[in-house]
């Protein structure tokens, strides 16, 4: 037989008169002795309250606890401290505080069962069990903390995307702005460029000018002088030497049918036909001397042959053949 | 108030039931404490004034002279105990007790200590309010949590024990505190 065993039997009054002085006598000088009946009474207590006793035990338990006032007040110290573990989660769940009331049904379904479903099914409530008393508070702690990061999470994403829409608002309003300022550049440069296409052909129009009436003077730009000719292909046709930085040349063509014309026109192709150059703009107050004169662009012409055809305007409005000129160029 | 004679007595009384290191009111207490429980576990209606007539005889019969020696002193408290109870008991057969115990009040701890109970619950150490969770909410293997433990069934208890007694000692100065503030 054990000692835990005798010890409960003692409890119980369940030992024999002698066996039983044998025990008082040892716990009276052993302390250790005495502290652990003390202890093992406190597990018949829990035993009592768990009903985990049988009948007879029961009965002999209830006696040695129901005696006095004292062993009253420890079986429901123990009530209420089974009652404060156990009945902390049904406390979470109806958000009241830990209070000491204990229910005894609940402890008779805990000894039966409740405790182990606890575990089994509620294996987390199981470590808030642990710290069951401030376990109220630290949920509500944890919602408020849960509540504020969620909180803060969601303003920090609106703010996120309000400042990409700011920024996406931005670079659209920046694209269409440069893409307003590119517009207006390239408007710029079309004017810039027709005035100096502009600038370009006044020049030129200046200089024939100035040639046509300075004919008699050396002239400042390579010149070539045409007569009228007859076509025979690599024939006679003069040739016109273009140097690279040759960007312009004058052109005089002998005119025999002076002042015929009210005005006169000129059309230069190469022998396939494809036209370079025409003007039907020439007055014949710019025939000088039989030559009529002009500058034309040196870029105008390739490696090719040349063909000039000189018309004059009738009274009818129709320009009628006059005469043809031809030559070369060679760069 | 005691005698010198009577102060030297219980002086040298209880420095013989009880260990060295400990102060002689702390023997008192608990040689008183031991008695109590003798008289309770042999389910005795009022044990505290059975203790107290005991440590009442055993300190006039050293008084008058009783040399108490030996290697095991309690064996004289035991029988002076013995003889208390004998008589407690043949005159509880002679008369009706006044206080049937099983008409005793209940005591509701709900009213009484007011959120003591949980307020010491929450002022033990974690670790201790672990074990004692872990020892109500797992009553049925409670082998494998004395095995978790490193300790025996017993060893368990103890501890269980000494944690209910320190639960005790703060809810009886907890509930000292409510009573002074109504």
Known sequence: MNSDDVIKRFLLGELPEDERRQVEEQFLRDNSFFEEILAAEESLIDQYLLETLDNEQKARAQTLLESTREQKLNVEFTRE????????SRLEHNNVSAGLTVDSSRLKNGANGESRLALTQHG???????????????????????????????????????????????????NNEAIARLGQE????????????????????AEEALAQ???????????????????VRDGYSKVLD???????????????????????SVSITTFDGR???????????????????MVLPGSLFEYDDYKIELKGREENGNFVHIADYAFKVRK | MKSSLEQNSFDELFSLLEPQGLSTESRFTLCRRKLVKFFVWRHCTDPDSLADETIVRLLK??????????DNPYSYVYAIAIHVFQEHTRLK?????????????????????????????????PEKRELLARYYLDSDDRNDTADEQFATINALRLRIYRIKQELKRCRQKCEKRSELRN
């Open chain 1, 81 to 88: 401290l089974i009652g404060l573990v156990r009945g902390s």
């Open chain 1, 124 to 174: 987390p409530i199981y470590a808030k069990l642990m710290n069951q008393v401030p376990t109220a508070n630290w949920i509500r702690f944890s919602l408020v903390l849960l509540l504020l990061t969620t909180t803060g999470w969601i303003v920090y994403l609106y703010s996120k995307e309000r400042s990409l829409d700011a920024i996406r608002i931005a670079a659209e309003r920046s």
């Open chain 1, 186 to 205: 390239r408007e710029k440069s079309q004017t810039l460029n027709k005035e100096l296409e502009s600038e370009r052909e006044q020049r030129r129009n």
């Open chain 1, 213 to 231: 009436s300075r004919p008699n003077q050396p002239p400042s730009l390579p010149t070539v002088r045409l007569a009228p000719a007859t076509f």
């Open chain 1, 242 to 264: 273009l140097n690279l930085k040759t960007d312009r040349f004058r052109l005089q063509l002998e005119v025999k049918d002076e002042l015929r014309h009210d005005q006169y």
């Open chain 1, 275 to 293: 036209q370079i150059w025409s003007s039907d703009s020439f007055k014949p107050s710019q025939i000088k001397q039989g030559m009529l004169s």
């Open chain 2, 61 to 70: 019969n050293v008084d008058q002279g009783t040399k108490i020696s030996g």
């Open chain 2, 93 to 125: 057969s002679k008369t009706t007790s006044l206080t049937d115990v099983a008409e005793l009040p209940q005591v509701s701890i709900s009213a009484a200590v007011d959120g003591c109970g949980a307020l010491c619950l929450k002022e033990l150490a």
